[in-house]
């Protein structure tokens, strides 16, 4: 079945590290994504791991992912009050389409 | 490199009206999917376009319907407007095939709110 599960809210003060967790259920998952929106906005994309991979890393982003648990992680490292947003985790149904199938969105508030 | 854009921005309808939302993908980009956020329902996926077939589509009802053209954008059109289609509606634009489709961009959105 097609289902991801996120937290709904986290808050951190400004400088600490913040981990936003997902889990999914949908085994055949390609690729897995973090977008992050802001108040009034669109969906940015942040980054994006292969199902192959452990962990990739991008500057303050550091990403996740546990196959067997179906368990994906966004760690987001010295955290700034621009960092507030509600973030999304998604996969993709399948390489052959464009179909996201998203979780619900967390909301992380960074407090200074 | 220009990104998607996405038109109008914000939109007021009435109930019954019909409303057509319009999709400018990244340029070369072929692939565009449609979204439709709410805050009880989150982000639901309408459908999607490539190469100007629709490829896969959600579980909404035959009032949302989209075409793609030539030059890749889209259109979605909903009919017969309700309270509940009031909402945020996203699309996204990718490369559309195999490997090489990793990365789906999103425009801005249109607020459409139906009274």
């Known amino acids: 079945g097609e289902d991801v599960e996120q937290s709904l809210f986290l808050s951190v003060r400004e400088g600490d590290s913040s981990v936003i967790n997902c889990t999914y259920t949908?085994?055949?998952?390609?690729?897995l994504y973090w977008y992050k929106q802001e108040p009034g906005a669109g969906l940015q994309l942040l980054t994006y791991i292969f199902s192959n991979m452990d962990m990739k890393q991008d500057q303050r982003l550091t990403v996740l992912l546990n196959k067997k648990d179906k368990h994906l992680s966004l760690r987001i490292a010295d955290t700034q009050t621009g960092d507030s947003a509600i973030y999304f985790c998604a996969e993709l149904f399948s390489s052959n389409t464009g179909k996201l199938i998203f979780g619900q969105g967390t909301t992380l508030q960074v407090k200074p | 490199k220009a990104g998607v854009t996405q038109t109008p921005r914000y939109l007021i309808k009435t109930r019954g009206q019909q409303v057509t939302l319009s999709c400018s993908p990244i340029s070369g980009h072929r692939s565009v999917s449609w979204y439709q956020q709410t805050p009880g329902q989150g982000l639901q996926f309408l459908f999607e376009?490539?190469?100007?077939?629709?490829?896969n589509k959600g579980n909404f009802p035959g009032r949302f319907s989209g075409r793609q053209f030539s030059n890749s954008r889209s259109e979605m059109n909903v009919s017969t407007l309700e309270l509940g289609d009031s909402a945020l509606y996203l699309c996204?634009?990718?490369?559309?095939?195999?490997?090489?489709?990793?990365?789906?961009?999103f425009g801005q959105g249109t607020r459409l709110t139906v009274v």
């Open positions: 376009y490539f190469s100007e077939t629709q490829r």
């Open positions: 996204a634009s990718s490369l559309g095939q195999g490997l090489t489709n990793t990365e789906a961009f």
């Open positions: 949908d085994s055949s998952s390609t690729y």
